[in-house]
């Protein structure tokens, strides 16, 4: 009888260091007693295709894709998913058995999902959204609130031809607002989503005027370092209903999971101090 293979996963990036996954994936692993690892990889621009073309030899089953590689690992993938494809860009690697490469992208689904578990009476149709930022992250949500049906996403970016590009892929739904009114339009939002890289540690605050948040409004945060951000300070003291960053990453990583290890995980309380050691 052969002997049964150690299944590898983990995570390409560079910066690689930085990464929660590694502690999220491994926390998982020894939850459901699986014989498996899942690595951390830095690797750089000019040696992305050589180093996804040799993992498969080694015994991985996939991996995670982060900055700055979401983009380029397209152009490897033998198989795009539609949402991929849509988003323009891929964060989870399949290695399938007949040696195709399969790229997904589940920023979308991990957003939605923290939404729902942080914010369960949200009802996406209930009325407009304000995105702040129009990056990649930005066209994640973009696309899932799309899908959920919400009536019209207010898209405010520093860089307007960003955002006016979300609005040319992703419809009429889309309104674009210059970034000097983003103050201007929380006031109608049922829901603000900041995916700007403002306010995270390192990075400069956030300094829209929020004074026009109102009570009930549910505002998410992408960032989750720190957790507790200017946004969602000054929105919980303005009584909204607010959803951090954490779940989103934590999310995003459950489908990879479950395709490398044969074991949907669960997002609880214990993940998420897991992710925060
Ligand atoms: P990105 O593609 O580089 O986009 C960055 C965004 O931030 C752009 O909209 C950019 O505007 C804006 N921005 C940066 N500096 C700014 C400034 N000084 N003033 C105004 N706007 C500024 O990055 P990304 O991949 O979308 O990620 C954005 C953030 O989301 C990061 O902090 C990342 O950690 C977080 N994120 C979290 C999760 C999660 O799971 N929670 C997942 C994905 C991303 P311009 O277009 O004008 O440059």
Redesign the pocket.
Known sequence: MSEQKIPLAGVVGAPISHSRSPRVHRHWLNTYGIQGYYIPMEVASGDLEDAIRTLPKMGFVGVNVT?PHKEAVMAIADQITDRATLIGAANTLIFRPDGKIHADNT?GY?FITNLQQGAPGYDPKSGPAVVL??????RAVVASLVEAGVPEILLT???RD?AEQLREDFGQRVRVVD?VQAGNILEEAKLVVN????G?VG??ELRVPLDGLQPGTVVND???APLQTRLLKTAEEAGCVTVD??G??LH?AVPGFERWFGQRPEVDNATRAAALR
Request: cysteine-free; overall charge positive.
């Open positions: 900055i920023d991990g930022g129009a990056g990649g992250a930005s970016n520093r860089t960003r970034w995916t700007t890289s403002l995270m990075k400069p992408l960032i989750y960053g954490l989103m990453l995003q």
